[in-house]
């Protein structure tokens, strides 16, 4: 095969992979098209996979919250039409789901928010660092700060959601376990108490963590 024909080939599959990638993520598509064009070898596998693990990420959300569901929906059948209902009713589990739908609503879309090139730290935090270095206004200077707070305080936002997520489907689980305990025994635990107290803080602080969000994305 001639050069020429090489070369012609070589583009044609650049230009597949930087349309591919476009019609993946308009949102930065652009970007990854053109960085694709010239160097498809090197940059669409490194695209292509960084997309699919932010899918991945919001999939796992969306399981973590199913699992929120079904640990509330066995905790309540569990305890239904006993002296224990009082504890956690369907009109609780509604009021937990809810907050729980919340955050994890917000978190999908950080999610998908920070998969954008623009919102990645590690380039938000070089783009400051290299313009600290450059004879740049300080108005420039001061505007790449300030998208280096805002990114980070984006990631901490979503790594606040994922903690707070996993930390009530563990509350629920614990609290499904000491009432099943308390049933099948028939005798009281006093650690459901707290367990009770502990669930229902954490709602209280999803409720702030949820109006605090709301302000700050």
Same mark, same amino acid.
């Given at each position: ?102 955050? !994890? /609503?917000? #978190?999908? +879309?950080? &999610? %998908?928010? @920070?998969?954008?090139?623009?919102? $990645?730290?590690?380039? =938000?935090?070089? *783009? ?15 505007? !790449? /700060?300030? #998208?280096? +707070?805002? &990114? %980070?305080? @984006?990631?901490?936002?979503?790594? $606040?959601?994922?903690? =707070?997520?996993? *930390? ?50």
């Amino acid at each position: 095969m001639r050069l020429v024909d090489l070369a012609a080939l070589y583009l044609l599959t650049g230009t597949a992979c930087a349309v591919a990638l476009y019609r993946r993520d308009p949102a930065r598509g652009v970007l990854n098209a053109i960085t694709a064009l010239p160097l498809w070898p090197l940059w669409a596998p490194i695209a292509w996979t960084a997309r699919a693990e932010a899918a991945a990420t919001t999939s796992g959300k969306g399981d973590r919250l199913r699992a929120v569901r079904n640990a509330l929906d066995q905790t309540v059948a569990s305890v239904a039409g006993t002296s224990y209902e009082s504890l956690i009713d369907r009109e609780a589990a509604k009021l937990i789901m809810n907050e729980a739908e919340c955050i !994890a /609503r917000r #978190h999908t +879309e950080l &999610v %998908r928010l @920070l998969a954008r090139e623009e919102f $990645r730290l590690d380039k =938000a935090e070089a *783009e400051a660092e290299g313009l600290e270095q450059q004879p740049t206004s300080g108005r420039v200077r001061a505007s !790449a /700060r300030l #998208h280096l +707070e805002n &990114v %980070r305080r @984006l990631h901490h936002l979503a790594e $606040r959601d994922e903690r =707070a997520l996993d *930390e009530l489907l563990a509350l629920v689980n614990a609290l499904h376990a000491q009432l099943m305990l308390m049933r099948l025994s028939g005798s009281a635990v006093a650690s459901v108490d707290d367990i009770v107290s502990d669930l229902w803080t954490h709602i209280e602080g999803l409720r702030q963590a949820s109006a605090e969000g709301t302000k700050d994305v």
